[in-house]
């Protein structure tokens, strides 16, 4: 069996990306200037004009660009630690844990990035990880540019199947949210952990199970 688990508000309680972020602000106030151009990008999204991807790589070249391998390093341990397990939900730490005493491959697989979706994953004995990934340049030093596709909805599922090819209905996926509803209908199992509307509208209507971890 493959146990598949997304990462923001399914085993946390809410979203990483941004808490992450304002670490690097906290050590470095001056990257608060660059308010502007994130509020700009923001309002391009809401707009249509920007897709998930392009904002993503605004925010990060705005706050992490020419940020180097030390201070990622200690950014991602206070992260880690104020996060695992304190901001995970107790009913995913229970399933990941189950999944593996059965011995079954445990996937996050996930649209934060890989700089500390990798981490977050070595803490809850997760190994295998599926993450938007960020280009660490030549010298030791996150570029801020995204690699390849953000791991989200249709393109997560593309990376799934890619990395793991034919399940033959043997995985299992865990999410919060309606964008990992075609990842679900592939694997042929999902739970529909705290959902959104939208998920639980589809989880309802095909009788999938719902599960509040909380």
Not at 100 to 124: E, F, H, K, W
Not at 135 to 157: A, F, H, M, Q, V
Request: proline residues 5%; hydrophobic residues 50%; contains cysteine.
């Amino acid at each position: 069996m493959i146990a598949i688990f997304d990462l923001d508000r399914t085993v946390t309680t809410q979203g990483t990306f941004t808490p992450w972020l304002f670490g690097f602000v906290r050590r470095q106030p001056w990257r608060v200037m660059a308010l502007p151009v994130i509020l700009i990008a923001v309002l391009a999204y809401i707009l249509n004009l920007h897709t998930r991807k392009q904002l993503k790589q605004v925010m990060l070249w705005c706050v992490v660009a020419g940020q180097s391998a030390e201070l990622v390093a200690e950014v991602n341990a206070a992260f880690i630690a104020l996060w695992v397990p304190r901001r995970c939900r107790p009913g995913a730490l229970a399933a990941i844990a189950q999944h593996q005493r059965q011995g079954d491959m445990v996937v996050l697989a996930t649209a934060s990035n890989d700089i500390y979706a990798v981490p977050i994953a070595r803490a809850l004995g997760i190994e295998k990880v599926l993450a938007t990934r960020v280009e660490i340049g030549n010298d030791g030093r996150l570029t801020g540019r995204i690699l390849g596709s953000n791991c989200y909805g249709p393109d997560k599922l593309a990376m799934v199947q890619a990395a793991l090819g034919p399940i033959e209905g043997k995985a299992i996926v865990y999410s919060d949210h309606h964008s990992d509803w075609p990842l679900m209908v592939w694997a042929g199992e999902g739970v529909a952990v705290n959902p959104n509307g939208k998920l639980r509208q589809c989880a309802s209507a095909q009788g999938m199970r719902i599960c509040d971890w909380r």
